[in-house]
């Protein structure tokens, strides 16, 4: 690679970092873009309404539209029309081509011509040859010559019509997506509100369009006007649509993407059409001759035909026009890439609307290639059952139609996937976690009931099943009126609710929860207590920033200042019945252990409360020398990488003491993953600087990246890396001849097997992998996917 100055006719240069080879490619297509920015008359747009095309095609015994169809294969049978106004005054010859790549010409029988002023020989019936990769169509004047010379022409330069074909395709996928979203936005703005700011961020994610988003903080009424402007430069690229069209020669059009969307190159004006603006009319115009002149014509997607759009007006005198449309390639289909836009996300399959969030294929909502798209779930029965959906771009993903299943007839934990045609290809999109109310199932997390103090807002603790599935949850206050809710859920079985009881007083409150799919909402009655503010004392260790105010009604703490230095609340915690509130200092205040200091607590009404300030000691801290991990014995061992131990395992590491801290015999270090669990385990001295501690961690809950700290006289140390826990299988055997045959307990808790998947909730006691060629056989974990991990193979 090497950087290179690219000189146009006018004089500007593109600097750009390409070989040799690539800048002679895309030089006269970088430069006609500055040419067209410069003088934008010399490519017109794509806006006179030409000719439509009635078009079916068969295949494997299904006849569909050629607007559900995005590529052709061979032995597909084609019906080509071309529809005219019954007062046609100019004869028209429709000719087919089939092209079969830059540098092969084409055999003569692969054109076919249809005289459409002729009722009984105006339709081509086609069958896609072998061998062929793109299909032109062609809208002549009638001359009596005007066939061998189309045949002349494409034969003589067949790399030019392939060229054309690609860029002709990329060109009218571009402009579906754009007609779409400006559809959209129209739609939108003819209902006035605020409902184009809303729909048009989704709208342009689905479609891959530019947003202005500046335009959202017009007034609503120029906003639509703002969004569309300009129109020409809102298509990006699409990897999709770009696979769909590109054919076997050519720039790439991610290059041409990239050159376009420099100063040099217009900065992406003509980025919906970059392929026509590049190509199409300088390869086009080199076949104009005294009788003839080629113009292109956009293939638009108009119900179940082609409407053609042109950017020039025809010419019925010499040289005659010759409209240039391209149909689909011929070739393997390229599916849809989708994917689920939050793939961690659970949805309620009871909600009404329920809208599933996909992206990376724009064209499933642009065009009609997707068919018979349902999401497909299992019933407590076992029975698959399909959903209908439809793609909408306003609501950025898949939309569940009509009625659904009562939600009995879901477990309350379910997935669905998404599954449908592609043209005539099956495809299979992504899963959704799933969820099914289950009637009166919310309760208080706390097992001695809620305590919720009147006067302020209380955080709520909730479990119960398809927390996906609340609709809503108001609170019915004392005095008999009701306010809503805010919620957010927590994990897959709870959720935390805000009650607003700030001017309440105490008293019964009722909370009710209406789920989707359950006609009566879920009724918890709960008691408002009055409880009296109350400031205890502030506690600090030395050197800390942070510090503990302890105490009741603490959520009317605006500050705390000792000795100047001032201290603001953040988080409160609720704990034994009382207040805990960290204040963090912007630096740490000048203390001593020992010091006795009072502070003062501001509150938000401007009272000013004492609080008794304790220096605690400096936390513990020490840092890890070195660890090692033992294994017993096993018929057949998983061997891991350094710092990844299996529960099975013994973990012994070494700790230097840091700062001041020197090591007691009654110190304790404890070991945690990502949860709030832990474990503590003494710790085996060396001297008071260094100690050793060994523990099982099979005993440490959960999985995940290990942590520790230290523990000393109740105060613990900062939390620092250990490793990684991972959770193993016990495997009993493993025989190698043809494949790998594992045999074991616990089985799903390996992800894969020499590269094949292990199902979710595996409960067999075998598995069958590859034989490596060499080395040992990998695997992977569920608890750590990334970890490489692998078992000996006896040769």
Request: hydrophobic share 45%; with cysteine; charged share 20%.
């Given at each position: 690679?090497a950087?290179f100055a690219m000189r146009?006719?006018?004089?500007?240069?593109i600097?750009?970092m390409?070989?040799?080879r690539m800048?002679?490619?895309?030089?006269?297509a970088?430069?006609?873009?500055?040419s067209?920015?410069d003088?934008r008359?010399e490519?017109?747009?794509f806006d006179?309404a030409?000719p439509?095309?009635t078009?079916?095609?068969?295949?494997?015994?299904?006849t569909l539209?050629i607007?559900?169809v995005p590529n052709?294969s061979?032995g597909?049978?084609?019906l080509?029309?071309?529809?005219l106004?019954?007062?046609q005054?100019a004869r028209?010859?429709l000719?087919v081509?089939?092209?079969r790549?830059?540098?092969?010409?084409?055999?003569?029988?692969?054109?076919?011509k249809?005289?459409?002023w002729?009722?009984?020989?105006r339709?081509?019936?086609?069958?896609?040859p072998?061998?062929?990769q793109?299909?032109?169509?062609?809208l002549?004047p009638?001359?009596?010559?005007?066939?061998?010379t189309?045949?002349?022409?494409?034969?003589?330069?067949?790399?030019?019509?392939?060229?054309?074909?690609?860029d002709?395709?990329?060109?009218?996928?571009?402009?579906?997506?754009?007609?779409?979203?400006?559809?959209g936005i129209?739609?939108?703005?003819a209902?006035?509100?605020?409902r184009v700011?809303?729909a048009?961020p989704?709208?342009a994610?689905?479609?891959?369009i530019?947003l202005k988003?500046?335009?959202?903080?017009?007034?609503?009424e120029l906003?639509a006007g703002?969004?569309t402007a300009?129109?020409?430069?809102?298509v990006?690229?699409?990897?999709?649509?770009?696979?769909?069209?590109?054919?076997l020669?050519g720039?790439?059009?991610?290059?041409?993407f990239?050159?376009?969307a420099t100063?040099?190159?217009?900065?992406?004006?003509y980025?919906p059409?970059i392929g026509?603006?590049?190509?199409?009319?300088?390869?086009?115009?080199a076949?104009?001759?005294a009788?003839?002149?080629?113009?292109?014509?956009l293939?638009?997607?108009?119900?179940?035909?082609l409407?053609?759009?042109?950017?020039?007006?025809?010419?019925?005198n010499?040289?005659?026009?010759v409209l240039?449309?391209?149909l689909?390639?011929?070739?393997?289909?390229?599916l849809?890439?989708?994917r689920?836009?939050?793939?961690a996300?659970?949805?309620?399959?009871a909600r009404?609307?329920?809208?599933?969030p996909v992206?990376g294929?724009?064209?499933i909502y642009?065009?009609?290639?997707?068919?018979?798209?349902a999401?497909?779930?299992a019933?407590r029965?076992?029975r698959e059952?399909?959903?209908?959906?439809?793609?909408?771009?306003?609501k950025?993903?898949?939309v569940v139609?009509?009625?659904?299943p009562?939600a009995?007839?879901?477990e309350?934990?379910?997935t669905?996937?998404?599954?449908g045609?592609w043209?005539?290809?099956?495809?299979?999109g992504p899963?959704?976690a799933?969820?099914?109310?289950?009637?009166p199932?919310?309760h208080?997390?706390?097992v001695?009931?809620?305590t919720?103090?009147?006067?302020?807002?209380n955080?709520?603790?909730?479990?119960?099943a398809a927390?996906a599935?609340?609709?809503?949850?108001e609170?019915?206050?004392p005095g008999?009126?009701?306010r809503?809710v805010t919620?957010?859920q927590r994990g897959?079985n709870?959720?935390?609710?805000?009650?607003?009881?700030?001017?309440?007083?105490?008293?019964?409150?009722?909370?009710?929860?209406?789920q989707y799919g359950?006609?009566?909402p879920i009724e918890?009655?709960?008691?408002?207590?009055?409880e009296?503010s109350?400031?205890d004392?502030f506690?600090l260790?030395?050197?800390?920033?942070s510090?503990?105010?302890?105490g009741?009604?603490?959520d009317?703490v605006?500050?705390?200042t000792i000795?100047?230095?001032?201290?603001?609340?953040?988080?409160?915690?609720?704990?034994e019945?009382g207040?805990?509130l960290?204040?963090?200092?912007?630096?740490s205040?000048?203390?001593?252990?020992?010091d006795?200091?009072?502070g003062?607590?501001?509150l938000?009404?401007k009272?000013i409360?004492n609080?008794r300030?304790t220096v605690?000691?400096?936390?513990p801290?020490?840092?890890?020398?070195?660890?090692?991990?033992?294994?017993p014995?096993?018929p057949?061992?998983?061997?891991?990488p350094?710092?990844?131990?299996?529960?099975?395992?013994?973990?012994t590491f070494?700790?230097?003491?840091?700062?001041?801290?020197?090591?007691a015999?009654?110190?304790?270090?404890?070991?945690a993953?990502?949860?709030?669990a832990t474990?503590?385990?003494?710790v085996s001295?060396?001297?008071?600087q260094?100690a050793v501690?060994?523990?099982?961690?099979?005993?440490?809950p959960?999985?995940?990246?290990?942590?520790?700290?230290l523990?000393?006289s109740?105060?613990?140390?900062?939390?620092q890396?250990?490793?990684t826990?991972?959770?193993?299988?016990?495997?009993?055997?493993?025989?190698?001849?043809?494949?790998?045959?594992v045999?074991?307990?616990d089985l799903?808790l390996?992800?894969?097997?020499?590269g094949?998947a292990?199902?979710?909730g595996?409960t067999?006691d075998?598995l069958?992998?590859?034989?490596?060629?060499?080395?040992?056989?990998?695997?992977?974990?569920?608890?750590a996917?990334?970890?490489?991990?692998?078992?000996?193979v006896?040769?």
């Amino acid at each position: 690679m090497a950087g290179f100055a690219m000189r146009c006719p006018a004089g500007k240069a593109i600097g750009m970092m390409m070989t040799r080879r690539m800048v002679g490619g895309i030089a006269a297509a970088a430069c006609a873009l500055i040419s067209s920015r410069d003088g934008r008359a010399e490519v017109a747009a794509f806006d006179l309404a030409g000719p439509r095309l009635t078009m079916t095609v068969k295949h494997g015994g299904v006849t569909l539209p050629i607007t559900q169809v995005p590529n052709l294969s061979a032995g597909d049978e084609v019906l080509v029309r071309a529809d005219l106004p019954v007062d046609q005054g100019a004869r028209y010859l429709l000719v087919v081509g089939f092209l079969r790549g830059a540098t092969n010409p084409p055999p003569k029988n692969w054109f076919f011509k249809a005289e459409t002023w002729k009722p009984k020989k105006r339709d081509l019936r086609l069958t896609v040859p072998k061998g062929a990769q793109q299909v032109v169509a062609f809208l002549a004047p009638e001359t009596g010559g005007d066939f061998g010379t189309l045949i002349g022409a494409v034969r003589g330069r067949p790399g030019a019509f392939v060229r054309a074909s690609q860029d002709l395709n990329q060109a009218a996928l571009d402009r579906a997506r754009l007609d779409t979203y400006v559809a959209g936005i129209n739609r939108r703005d003819a209902e006035g509100g605020s409902r184009v700011e809303v729909a048009s961020p989704l709208l342009a994610r689905s479609l891959a369009i530019q947003l202005k988003a500046d335009c959202l903080a017009k007034p609503a009424e120029l906003q639509a006007g703002c969004l569309t402007a300009g129109r020409d430069s809102l298509v990006l690229s699409d990897g999709h649509s770009s696979s769909l069209a590109e054919a076997l020669t050519g720039t790439p059009t991610d290059l041409a993407f990239q050159v376009a969307a420099t100063p040099q190159g217009g900065l992406g004006y003509y980025s919906p059409y970059i392929g026509v603006v590049r190509d199409v009319a300088r390869i086009l115009g080199a076949f104009r001759t005294a009788n003839y002149q080629y113009i292109p014509a956009l293939a638009t997607h108009d119900g179940n035909a082609l409407a053609l759009l042109l950017n020039a007006a025809p010419s019925f005198n010499k040289p005659q026009s010759v409209l240039v449309a391209a149909l689909p390639p011929v070739g393997p289909v390229s599916l849809p890439p989708l994917r689920a836009t939050e793939p961690a996300a659970r949805y309620c399959l009871a909600r009404p609307g329920l809208a599933l969030p996909v992206e990376g294929a724009p064209l499933i909502y642009a065009t009609r290639y997707a068919r018979n798209v349902a999401l497909r779930v299992a019933g407590r029965d076992g029975r698959e059952i399909d959903l209908p959906v439809v793609a909408d771009a306003e609501k950025g993903g898949f939309v569940v139609k009509g009625d659904l299943p009562r939600a009995a007839a879901f477990e309350p934990e379910l997935t669905g996937r998404l599954h449908g045609d592609w043209g005539f290809v099956p495809f299979d999109g992504p899963r959704f976690a799933l969820q099914s109310p289950q009637g009166p199932s919310w309760h208080p997390a706390d097992v001695d009931g809620a305590t919720l103090v009147a006067g302020r807002d209380n955080a709520l603790v909730l479990t119960g099943a398809a927390p996906a599935c609340v609709a809503n949850i108001e609170v019915k206050l004392p005095g008999g009126s009701t306010r809503a809710v805010t919620w957010e859920q927590r994990g897959a079985n709870g959720l935390t609710a805000k009650l607003p009881l700030g001017d309440v007083p105490p008293g019964e409150v009722t909370v009710r929860i209406g789920q989707y799919g359950v006609a009566d909402p879920i009724e918890l009655k709960l008691t408002a207590y009055a409880e009296a503010s109350r400031i205890d004392s502030f506690t600090l260790h030395a050197g800390d920033r942070s510090g503990v105010l302890a105490g009741a009604r603490l959520d009317k703490v605006a500050a705390l200042t000792i000795d100047g230095t001032r201290f603001v609340p953040g988080a409160l915690a609720r704990v034994e019945g009382g207040d805990r509130l960290t204040l963090t200092a912007d630096a740490s205040p000048a203390l001593s252990v020992g010091d006795a200091k009072t502070g003062k607590v501001t509150l938000v009404d401007k009272r000013i409360v004492n609080a008794r300030v304790t220096v605690a000691p400096p936390r513990p801290a020490a840092t890890l020398i070195g660890r090692s991990v033992t294994v017993p014995a096993a018929p057949v061992a998983i061997a891991l990488p350094e710092g990844v131990v299996s529960q099975y395992g013994r973990l012994t590491f070494s700790l230097r003491a840091a700062g001041s801290t020197r090591f007691a015999p009654d110190d304790r270090v404890e070991i945690a993953t990502g949860g709030d669990a832990t474990t503590a385990v003494g710790v085996s001295l060396q001297d008071p600087q260094v100690a050793v501690v060994s523990v099982m961690p099979g005993s440490v809950p959960g999985a995940g990246a290990l942590r520790f700290r230290l523990v000393q006289s109740g105060a613990a140390g900062d939390w620092q890396p250990l490793g990684t826990l991972v959770r193993v299988p016990t495997l009993r055997t493993m025989t190698c001849k043809d494949s790998c045959i594992v045999t074991g307990s616990d089985l799903f808790l390996l992800r894969s097997v020499g590269g094949v998947a292990v199902p979710e909730g595996f409960t067999g006691d075998s598995l069958t992998a590859p034989k490596p060629a060499s080395g040992p056989l990998p695997v992977s974990l569920r608890d750590a996917p990334d970890v490489a991990a692998s078992i000996e193979v006896n040769r």
